[in-house]
């Protein structure tokens, strides 16, 4: 449904443009109504006839036959798609061309600052877009400071960031989606002042869910017509990913330190449900489908039923993927006595990966950040410490 954005009582230029073509004699009250109605915005063709019959507006002069001209040759002055108006509607306006922008920069082809051009101007959309809300709700969104209205050294007044509407009283956005615009205002803050190299992959799903709780929220709150998804189709890709190129993607990407430690410190103070809400971060997995009718065969993405068997494949996919398992190194150690090496000890874990350099880049045994800021090893560093024990024989056992 199209919620109304805007009042449905004419202004003082509209009254005086009405009259104007009441005076033309060329126009019918419900001609003139139809230049001032939307779907978003109702005027009753009674307000025009009132004007008509001098019941309302008296002090209101008539436009001048230029103006008349003017508005009539700019009409309409609002996006047929969304019934926008530029003018009535600008804060809406701003927000969804700002989202629509970080999108498209961030899925534009060869653009290698893509993450932190879409965090910068995401924001951007994110504080218009709960401005709007604000300013039709009535609720002041300007900083005051003993009950005066602060203002910057240019004399214009200072509205909310986006940090001081999300802790605003009545604040329409969940606590998921707080959490990943959180998440990205403080990542915004090292961007600004440090360089980032690149952090695309580290970052998706984060900007993934960004994107959809964006679009989510403003059809909640404005109606269903405003949501992107007619004017931000599904991306398409040049390539799949085998085993070797996936090794090489995560060697390039590895995060910057003081980015690493940003993500970490967030992470951290997060319970493992607040971790998995889809509103922070969101992740999805493409699957090649095969289908006997031509039909469904030519549909790239599947959407299936939760609880369904193949709900079930698909997260064994990305749990065997993306959650892989994590050790510390102390736990590496009490799994390999737990699997029959008593005698296998810290200080032989530590000759051990000094002397096959498993801590290299490129090696894929383990990573630094993912936690508690400590190393962690992967599943193939346990089978690799396994194969060591096997080959000392008696050694450990």
């Given at each position: 449904?199209?919620?109304?954005?805007?009042?449905?009582?004419?202004?003082?230029?509209?009254?005086?443009?009405?009259?104007?073509?009441?005076?033309?004699?060329?126009?019918?009250?419900?001609?003139?109504?139809?230049?001032?109605?939307?779907?978003?915005?109702?005027?009753?063709?009674?307000?025009?006839?009132?004007?008509?019959?001098?019941?309302?507006?008296?002090?209101?002069?008539?436009?001048?036959?230029?103006?008349?001209?003017?508005?009539l040759s700019c009409w309409p002055n609002y996006d047929a798609e969304t019934s926008l108006s530029p003018i009535d509607d600008e804060l809406l306006v701003k927000a969804r061309e700002a989202m629509i922008a970080a999108v498209h920069t961030f899925n534009g082809a060869g653009a290698t600052f893509r993450s932190e051009l879409f965090i910068v101007t995401a924001i951007i959309a994110w504080t218009y877009l709960l401005h709007a809300w604000f300013k039709r709700e009535g609720i002041d969104y300007r900083h005051r400071r003993g009950g005066e209205v602060v203002r910057t050294r240019e004399g214009a007044e200072k509205y909310f960031e986006l940090g001081a509407c999300l802790r605003h009283g009545r604040s329409p956005a969940s606590a998921g989606v707080c959490r990943n615009i959180e998440f990205l205002l403080k990542l915004r803050h090292e961007i600004e002042h440090r360089s980032t190299n690149k952090i695309d992959d580290a970052l998706s799903a984060k900007l993934q869910a960004c994107c959809i709780n964006f679009n989510d929220a403003i059809k909640e709150w404005f109606g269903d017509h405003l949501g992107l998804e007619r004017r931000l189709p599904i991306a398409l890709q040049f390539v799949t990913f085998n085993t070797a190129q996936r090794s090489a993607l995560k060697k390039a990407t590895r995060l910057p330190e003081h980015i690493e430690a940003s993500i970490d410190s967030f992470e951290r103070a997060l319970s493992e449900e607040q971790y998995k809400d889809t509103a922070y971060r969101y992740r999805v997995a493409f699957v090649p489908i095969v289908k006997q009718r031509a039909s469904a065969a030519d549909t790239s993405i599947e959407f299936i039923r939760g609880g369904s068997e193949e709900a079930e494949a698909v997260n064994r996919v990305l749990l065997k993927e993306v959650e892989r398992k994590r050790y510390t190194a102390s736990e590496v150690v009490r799994f390999m006595r737990a699997s029959g090496y008593p005698h296998f000890?810290?200080?032989?874990?530590?000759?051990?990966?000094?002397?096959?350099?498993?801590?290299?880049?490129?090696?894929?045994?383990?990573?630094?950040?993912?936690?508690?800021?400590?190393?962690?090893?992967?599943?193939?560093?346990?089978?690799?410490?396994?194969?060591?024990?096997?080959?000392?024989?008696?050694?450990?056992?």
């Open positions: 449904m199209a919620r109304r954005t805007s009042g449905n009582r004419l202004n003082r230029p509209e009254v005086a443009v009405v009259k104007a073509m009441i005076a033309s004699g060329d126009y019918r009250d419900q001609d003139i109504q139809a230049y001032f109605t939307r779907p978003t915005r109702t005027v009753n063709h009674a307000r025009i006839a009132e004007i008509r019959h001098g019941q309302r507006h008296h002090a209101v002069a008539a436009a001048s036959e230029e103006e008349l001209r003017e508005f000890g810290m200080g032989d874990h530590t000759k051990l990966w000094q002397s096959l350099g498993a801590k290299a880049e490129g090696k894929q045994f383990g990573g630094v950040g993912d936690y508690r800021g400590h190393w962690i090893w992967y599943e193939p560093w346990i089978d690799r410490v396994r194969a060591h024990c096997e080959e000392q024989g008696d050694r450990y056992r």
